[in-house]
């Protein structure tokens, strides 16, 4: 007869395996996790564009690709709306027919915002060039053809999330940066220097254009959208907060290292600089998770499943947690060896950045996770009051920076106050 022991030993391996099989069943993580890699993938091909870009031009060059591609960036912020507007419709509809007709007719208008886009920077190209001190309006166009391609791509990429097509949504991610990479060493080995740079950005989007295109048409079939009653005023509307919504999660995280590189000296905002990269990489998995919330929490929100909210809510919250206490741990006992590794010596000073970034880190991804879930269920309210606390972040950085580490603990306690605060909104709302 077996004693108590083995027999607890016993019921505590069942209950493991138990929690393991769950864990591994639950598709929030599955979908997560893919997309966290298809990103970590992405970066990579990114990264070494940049880097390439960087040696190949020069430094004058590189400056200006620099500037560039930083507009691109913040004019990408409109695309986030779209993308999120595109999510968020195609994951409530149901039917195939009915989520086949909107894609044609969001695709179609899509087409024309990207087309007015390039209008108008074009018509702005000599303002711009005039502001980055630019000789030819040349490179302006390319980035107007850029970010036109890539408002329409981001309504395709926004369908595949709300179709929840994770495994096709993150393989083309990672082609995008692959064909840039690859057109983008071509072209400027060829001769074509800032343009092909630039001509890469544009082409990589529109190969997965196409391909997306081509795949969304199979997937839902060719349905006329003349056939569809949706209201497409309904993503109008939803456009402007969905795009403030890519402010908070665009703006806020990259600016605190511009206000530092503009109020302190250039090897201490280096040190800053480093800091934020390392933090960065905790953000991988917490932000597949919520790319894979958001259509989860549409589908089920718009079938009025509460319960399944609170268990999509909670489970999400769990992993992201999970994934950031344990880096949020790493860099607060093992800043140095960290730094040593990916930076080199001459970085052990940021060691106290990094303690403070990791924690700041965690409070950002729980935050974001209760951003996401509350724009996927309209309420706008908690995403208007996210908008007010990232920018009161940026006024109180502005204000208050004695010193870097007091800059990072800022970071910290505006995004912990809205963790908690969006918390609170989420429970009360849902134990109505």
Known sequence: MPDQDTLSVERLTSRIARTWRTVSADELLHHGGLMAAATVLAGAFNYGFQVFVGRALGAE????????????YLLHVVGRGVRFSASRFAAELDGPHDRAAFYRGFLGRSVVL??????????????????????????????????????????????????????????FKVVQAGVKLGLGVALVLAGFGLYGAFGAVALGSLV???????????????????????????????VFPAALA????????????????????????????????????????????????FPKVTA???????????DLFDRALAYAALVGVVGATVYWFAAEPVLRVVFGADYLAAAPLVRWYGLAVLAVVLAVIVLNFQLARDRMGFVYLFAAGSVLELALIWVFHASMVQVVQLVLAANAVLFLAGLAFVKLDLDR
Request: hydrophobic fraction near 55%.
């Open 246 to 293: 890519g402010f908070c999660l665009t703006v806020p995280a990259n600016a605190d290292v511009v206000l530092v590189t503009h109020f302190f000296p250039a090897a201490d905002a280096g040190y800053y600089t480093a800091a934020s990269v390392l933090g960065k990489v905790l953000v991988f998995l917490p932000m597949g998770i919520s790319t894979a919330l």
């Open 114 to 171: 990207g087309g007015v886009s390039f209008v108008a920077l074009v018509a702005a190209s000599p303002a711009i060039t005039a502001f980055f001190g630019i000789e030819s309006t040349l490179p302006v166009v390319a980035v107007a053809a850029a970010i036109a391609i890539e408002l329409v791509l981001t309504a395709n990429q926004g369908t595949l999330q709300g179709l929840q097509q994770f495994a096709a949504l993150g393989g």
């Open 300 to 310: 089920d929100h718009a079938a009025a499943a509460t319960d399944q909210l609170d």
């Open 208 to 238: 997965v254009l196409v391909a997306s295109t081509a795949y969304l048409h199979w997937r839902l079939g060719r349905a006329s959208a003349a056939t569809t009653s949706f209201e497409y005023r309904r993503a109008y509307r939803y």
């Open 61 to 72: 060059q590189y400056g200006v690709f620099g500037a560039l591609f930083a507009l691109f």
